[in-house]
């Protein structure tokens, strides 16, 4: 114990963040190689990844950079600590704590450690030892992943920092070469090396990581491969039983409110002790962010207001005043994480779901429908809708029928199954970049929602590079080699 204790203390030290460069130590004084012989030393290092995870997502950073830039909520003015404001509006700068990504950068420094070291480690089976590895690899994917989808051209650093020769000020590079030459490698390896017969919802294994394969395949339009992966993800049994269900359509808020469901395929684990409060519960279920009145207001049309999600989601008694973007109501905000007591205050051990089954399912459905597959794909769409106690979609509905063809009106419909069904769970503004409809559907969110209530400051999205957060000013300050993204 007392060397794992130890050797937690040293990959502490030595993951160096992008703007530490001057204070990087070689492995001639850390011992760092001391430490990679055994697998449990290898789980243990591997676990200060998720420890990492925990503490960039903690505070504003997760809402911030999943969820607020899209049309799903509005932050509460109030400034200070909490800007939330400032990214609904599209004003975005290089001094916002969220636009720092050293977070990121310090789990990829410890995969660097773990692909170095792993593959020398003795005295371990090569199944466990290809699983280990596979796990950094899938680490390293989801960081980078993150990264290019978050800030566009990122530095890429693939290897540890073993002596002072391996000390760079790295430039950035394009978001392109980072997902050929990093990420979609690193996923394959996993995929080749990983034990399928391993399951935890907390860390790596055979689900998250096609669920992942399967998300970086829709971000590339790689159609045929998200099918292709999603299909292994919903093949994957224990002992004959299919590994992941959907929950039932009374327990659907489970899926947040537990996050450890037959549905959550990988969770973040969160430890009020260790982490503080949850973020998305903090956040996102009291006053700092409300729900967008045009979510509530679709939500309770005809086609929608029997929606067994949307009483477990948001408050549907709540009334909007003519004011309640500049004096919000809590009650407006999202208790799908604590339905009716809201906020939970003290013990609060909330987890975070990062993928779960019904995200995949409509990944999919969209997917086939690219592929001209559309039979396929409303049979995918219609799970979660009679889950949701809806009725089926079909190719004949108006909605379908009115856009300007099957194929965009299909996807319009999924995009807004998903639209409801992750409301709070980080999707909706990815959802939007990768479907390239981010600059209409927020334009329209300005003009037709925030300047109807009074909010006229905000930034209409006019170029590519509004799409993406700067990078932060300290980042840049400290390597000169570091540009800024656009006109920040």
Request: hydrophobic share 40%.
């Amino acid at each position: 114990m007392k060397k794992i204790i130890a050797f937690l203390l040293v990959a502490l030290s030595l993951t160096s963040c992008l703007n530490d460069f001057l204070d990087v130590k070689p492995e001639s004084e850390t011992y760092s190689g001391k430490f990679w012989k055994t697998e449990n030393q290898a789980r243990v290092a591997l676990t200060t990844v998720y420890a990492d995870m925990q503490n960039n997502f903690k505070a504003i950073n997760y809402i911030n950079w999943f969820e607020l830039r899209s049309d799903n909520f509005y932050g509460n003015p109030v400034g200070g600590t909490y800007p939330f404001n400032l990214i609904n509006i599209n004003s975005l700068s290089p001094t916002h704590p969220s636009a720092d990504w050293n977070g990121w950068y310090k789990s990829i420094s410890t995969t660097n450690y773990a692909i170095h070291y792993i593959p020398g480690m003795s005295n371990i089976s090569d199944l466990k030892r290809n699983n280990l590895l596979a796990e950094a690899y899938f680490l390293r994917a989801y960081c980078y992943f993150n990264l290019i989808r978050i800030w566009g051209n990122v530095p890429l650093i693939v290897k540890p920092t073993l002596t002072f020769d391996d000390v760079v000020k790295p430039f950035r590079d394009s978001s392109q070469v980072v997902m050929d030459s990093v990420i979609l490698k690193d996923l394959n390896f996993a995929v080749n090396n990983v034990d399928e017969t391993q399951k935890d919802v907390f860390r790596f294994s055979a689900g998250p990581l096609y669920a992942l394969a399967t998300d970086v395949a829709m971000w590339n339009h790689d159609y045929a491969k998200a099918v292709y992966y999603s299909k292994k993800l919903l093949d994957l049994k224990d002992a004959g039983v299919t590994r992941y269900t959907l929950v039932s359509g009374g327990d659907f808020n489970k899926v947040c409110s537990s996050a450890i469901t037959d549905e959550n395929i990988w969770t973040l684990k969160w430890s009020y002790l260790n982490n503080g409060y949850n973020p998305i519960t903090q956040y996102l279920s009291f006053m700092y962010v409300l729900v967008s009145k045009l979510v509530k207001d679709n939500w309770a049309t005809p086609d929608w207001n029997k929606d067994l999600r949307r009483y477990q989601t948001i408050d549907t008694t709540i009334v909007y005043g003519g004011n309640h973007l500049s004096n919000p109501s809590p009650n407006a905000a999202m208790w799908k994480y604590e339905p009716v007591k809201r906020l939970v205050l003290g013990l609060n051990e909330k987890f975070i779901p990062l993928y779960r089954l019904a995200d995949i399912i409509l990944l999919r459905a969209e997917a086939l429908n690219q592929l001209g597959l559309k039979t396929e794909a409303l049979l995918e769409l219609n799970k979660i809708r009679t889950r949701a106690g809806l009725i089926s979609k079909t190719l004949t509905d108006k909605d379908i029928v009115s856009a300007p063809n099957i194929t965009y009106g299909l996807e319009s419909a999924i995009l807004q199954e998903r639209q409801f069904e992750l409301l709070g769970e980080g999707k909706r503004w990815f959802d939007l970049l990768r479907t390239g409809r981010a600059k209409e559907v927020m334009n329209y969110h300005f003009d037709n929602y925030l300047n109807l209530y009074g909010v006229t400051n905000y930034n209409k999205f006019t170029d590519n590079w509004q799409l993406y957060w700067p990078v932060y000013q300290d980042n840049i300050i400290e390597n000169e080699n570091l540009t800024q993204t656009g006109l920040y």
